[in-house]
């Protein structure tokens, strides 16, 4: 199979899996006391897990400013030393945060705060440009994102940022964006084997711009670890107060609607010898040439398996067929 992937009009060619940091950025909170990470983390092995994700052919590192409320783009920095030119930095903006306290403290969709937030992340990163820089509020009205067009515009010309894109599921606001930055090379959304947004792979294709996977195995429930008995989550991880957000969990354990729908699919996703994580990758690896999955990893063995799916390549077009069948009435509900 091809192992790399190009991040749409940028022309930037990483590996066909990347690595997402939020969790590795430790806690954040809410003034409400709503947790915005996945807890408690180890910065060596996350050091460690970076590492064995270069070595197994990534290159695609995706953080956000208010991971950890900056950590992650810390630990990131601290772990890319002396390896930068082996790495592509996407980074985000536009959620404030307080290292000091890691506290959320509210939204800034200005020309301003976006300048003065890759300034931070550059220093954090420990580099003097990052690669692709991305709007990180989902909702925002998409003429709020176009009056940020031209200072984007203005980072690519003096040499801080390569590209940018916007995080976020509407198809229409994505569309908006594209027509307007001529630098604009990805959309990040949510998408996964449970959650297909075909029409923002249409405006993907229609603008060449690269599909990054947010939520790849749909935060945990795509893997082996919620296949058994349910597995609460912390007070501090996301996951367990999840917000409306977040579909897939409910009171800290997996939601039973969603975590049938897994079901229903585990055999054909691990029918070759893969495992469901792997499958589940290797179905967006089958979706379409642009999706590029970014799942989150924080150790070497979750490293390992998600790098694992490059031996297998794309599901098998009868077992992609298969899934659909299987989950036709979730596509038909979301469509």
């Given at each position: ?317 009868a077992a992609f067929a298969e899934v659909e069948k299987l989950l036709d009435d ?6």
């Amino acid at each position: 199979m091809t192992t790399t992937r190009i991040i749409g009009r940028s022309g930037i060619e990483v590996g066909a899996l990347g690595m997402g940091c939020w969790a590795i950025g430790g806690p954040l909170w809410g003034d409400d006391g709503q947790p915005y990470g996945w807890g408690e983390v180890d910065d060596d092995e996350s050091i460690r897990t970076i590492h064995t994700a270069l070595d197994l052919g990534v290159t695609l590192f995706d953080t956000a400013s208010n991971y950890g409320a900056g950590h992650s783009e810390r630990v990131l920095g601290r772990a890319l030393a002396g390896r930068r030119d082996r790495a592509v930095i996407a980074t985000k903006f536009g959620n404030r945060s307080d290292e000091a306290t890691r506290r959320a403290t509210g939204v800034d969709a200005s020309g301003d705060h976006a300048v003065a937030s890759l300034e931070g992340s550059l220093r954090r990163l420990g580099t003097d440009h990052v690669d692709l820089y991305l709007l990180h509020l989902n909702d925002l009205p998409a003429t709020a994102a176009l009056d940020l067009v031209d200072t984007l515009e203005a980072l690519v010309t003096q040499g801080k940022i390569r590209a940018y894109g916007w995080s976020t599921d509407n198809p229409a606001s994505a569309r908006a964006f594209a027509l307007a930055g001529p630098h604009c090379a990805a959309i990040e959304h949510d998408q996964s084997v449970l959650h297909d947004n075909a029409e923002m792979l249409a405006v993907c294709d229609e603008f060449d711009l690269a599909s990054l996977n947010r939520g790849p195995l749909a935060m945990g429930l795509l893997t082996a670890k919620y296949q058994g008995a349910p597995v609460a989550r912390g007070s501090d991880d996301v996951r367990g107060l999840a917000p409306d957000w977040l579909p897939w969990f409910t009171d800290g354990v997996p939601d039973a609607a969603w975590a049938g729908r897994v079901a229903r699919v585990r055999e054909v996703l691990t029918a070759d010898g893969r495992t469901l994580a792997q499958g589940a990758l290797g179905w967006l690896l089958a979706r379409s040439p642009r999706t590029l999955p970014i799942p989150g990893c924080r150790t070497v063995a979750q490293a390992e398996e998600n790098l694992g799916t490059l031996a297998y390549g794309p599901l098998p077009d009868a077992a992609f067929a298969e899934v659909e069948k299987l989950l036709d009435d979730v596509r038909a509900a979301r469509a």
